[in-house]
């Protein structure tokens, strides 16, 4: 018997070398999607779990809605992108004055 490990890898023929490097790719992201989806909710948990104390608090609530209605459908419009962009630059401007 050797200790040297076989890279089963190189024996294969290249169409089955892509499909195996992209079933392990597909299953590292389905891996990194569920993580995500996981401190997701923690976050989400944490921004429910007391109210704002301050206006800063509430505006970092709004801006973590701004930014996950960014990445939909109905944000794609550009008039909305600019939106969200200037209500989040007021957040940043309004922030520094307090």
């Known amino acids: 018997m050797t200790e040297e490990t076989v ?10 070398q ?11 992201v389905e891996a990194n999607e569920k993580a995500l ?7 989400e948990s944490h921004l429910l779990a007391a109210p704002a104390k301050n206006w800063h608090d ?5 801006r973590y809605l701004l930014n996950l209605f960014g990445t939909t459908i109905a944000a794609e419009d550009p008039r909305r992108q600019r939106l969200i962009r200037a209500v989040l630059a007021d957040f940043d401007r309004l922030s520094d004055e307090v």
């Open 18 to 28: 892509k499909a195996t490097k992209l079933r392990r790719l597909l299953a590292d």
């Open 7 to 16: 890279d089963l890898d190189q024996r294969r023929g290249m169409i089955a």
């Open 37 to 43: 989806r996981v401190r997701q909710e923690e976050l």
């Open 58 to 62: 509430a505006a970092e609530k709004a």
